[in-house]
């Protein structure tokens, strides 16, 4: 059993103070039972509070809760200003994984936004060149990255079509199919402007870039040739997705042609951009190439080019696949949720709908609810009332935002419904005997007059018929909901 603290006569004080959120005065019992776990709930909703002042919505400051070390949340919510940080972590692409390289990147470069600090970290520009490399995801992605921290390693080797000899001035050259058409593509339309585009290397293996760099190497020294050559394994050219156009000469003068500014005008058209632009070698790690195009595919060439984007810095601004609270694969759940005193919080009436409990909200916010064999009244801290009594569990209902919230796991156990706990995520699973009650329970609410509604849930409390909420019910989309982090 659980230790429970019971108050009397301050039930009401402490209820005012926890419920002070722009709602309703609450119907106070005289006995009110106090779990000491009501204290620290009650801390975290006023921390969730200050957080939303500081313009972190509610589903973002959950997010954080889970995320953040427990030092980190404690930083973050014991501060009376929001923290510097906090403006790295509310950008879509911010990683609160992260947060202590931005952390480390702002104190070098405070003059720096959120925006450019984020974005950096994000691309690893924090670290040196080559030092901690990682082997490319997907390397046969139309998107992949290849740069000096992504390698592609010597056993690489994409789908090749070897280029017509029209489009290029080197024997056997080749590229990837989709890249070599859309070079094609690109071609035929500069030359229908006047301008000849041809390519002067496209495709390089493992070792034909481990024999070029050696000899720049050789020539130039290590510092000058890695300015413009990639060590083997790291060569863009070995994706089959870039090209050098026309020439590869830095005396070639090529970004003083017309060439050049038809190609500036036009090569994301055709999915290509200029992959090391002037005045970012710092974050592409190479000299102005102003031959050197990579196929990415028209949308992310199209982007890049109106934001005036590296693809390391279009890379580090993409929102990672959506951390939804709520992932689920059938059920219409779509409510806010919140990670309070390590435990779930979902609103009451979205819950039970998205499980098949008929809900009813009163007017003084107490949620009456009712299943196959028990009717429950919820109220916000207080005990739930099944059937009349009172029911002693550990949490009880909270009340924030205008909602009543219940704990995840004590109402689906409450209802019997069964769910699986794996670490964060909650599995809520099918129960066929409450769906056949439900489809015949939905019929009859559904037609019940007022007096028959109140007959079944009497109550002194006066309800409208409005009020009253049938479940959700689709056969095929009902349950297998998935509360995860
Ligand atoms: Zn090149």
């Known amino acids: 059993m659980k230790h429970k603290i019971v108050i009397k006569g301050i039930a009401a004080v402490l209820c005012a103070a926890c419920c002070s959120f722009g709602v309703a005065a609450q119907p106070i019992q005289e006995d009110v039972i106090l779990y000491p776990e009501h204290e620290q709930i009650r801390q975290e909703i006023q921390q969730l509070e200050q957080l939303e002042q500081w313009g972190v919505q509610q589903q973002e400051a959950t997010r954080l809760h889970l995320q953040l070390s427990e030092k980190q949340w404690g930083s973050l919510v014991q501060n009376t200003a929001p923290p510097v940080w906090l403006s790295f972590l509310q950008l879509p692409y911010g990683k609160s994984e992260l947060l202590e390289r931005y952390i480390q990147q702002w104190e070098q470069t405070p003059e720096w936004t959120a925006e450019e600090i984020v974005t950096w970290v994000n691309a690893n520009l924090d670290l040196p060149f080559y030092e901690q490399t990682v082997m490319a995801e997907n390397p046969n992605s139309l998107t992949v990255l290849v740069n000096k ?62 024999r070029l ?30 090209v050098d156009i026309n020439t590869a000469d830095f005396y070639s003068n090529f970004q003083n042609t017309d ?110 609810l009712f299943s196959e064999n028990q009717r429950v009244e919820l109220h916000p801290y207080l005990l739930p009332v099944v059937d009349g009594v009172p029911y002693p569990r550990k949490h009880t209902e ?39 009650i439900l489809t015949s329970l939905y019929h009859y609410l559904k037609n019940a007059s007022i007096e028959e509604l109140m007959a079944l849930f009497p109550t002194q409390i006066p309800i409208s018929s409005e009020s009253w909420i049938a479940p959700v019910f689709d056969p095929v989309k009902w349950l297998s909901a998935k509360l995860y982090d």
């Open 398 to 436: 909270l009340w924030y935002q205008g909602e009543l919230y219940v704990p995840v796991t004590d109402f689906l156990k409450q209802f019997e419904i069964p769910y699986q706990q794996v670490d964060n995520i909650i599995y809520i699973q099918e129960h066929q005997s409450t769906n056949e």
């Open 213 to 242: 760099y050696q000899t720049y190497v050789a020539t130039d020294g290590l510092e000058l040739a890695e300015s413009y050559s990639a060590r083997p394994g790291y060569s863009e050219h070995q994706t089959g997705l870039s």
């Open 149 to 210: 921290y992504s390698a592609l390693g010597a056993e690489f080797e994409p789908e090749l079509v070897k280029m017509d000899a029209a489009y290029t001035t080197v024997p056997n050259a080749k590229m990837q199919p989709v890249a070599y058409e859309a070079f094609v593509k690109m071609a035929e339309a500069a030359s229908q402007d006047g301008f000849r585009l041809y390519s002067v290397s496209a495709y390089r293996s493992y070792q034909t870039q481990k």
């Open 259 to 368: 060439t050049y500014r038809w190609l500036r005008e036009n090569s994301w058209k055709y999915g290509f951009i200029l992959r090391y632009p002037e005045g970012k070698e710092r974050i592409t790690g190479y000299q102005f190439e102003p031959w050197h195009y990579r196929y990415v595919g028209v949308e992310i060439a199209q982007t890049c080019e109106e934001q005036g984007l590296t693809y390391e810095e279009y890379l580090a601004r993409q929102v990672p696949p959506q951390t939804d609270f709520l992932q689920n694969t059938s059920t219409p759940i779509s409510g806010q949720l919140l990670w309070l005193d390590h435990q779930w919080y979902a609103p009451c009436v979205m819950l039970a709908r998205s499980v098949g409990i008929a809900a009813g909200v009163r007017s003084d916010g107490g949620v009456l």
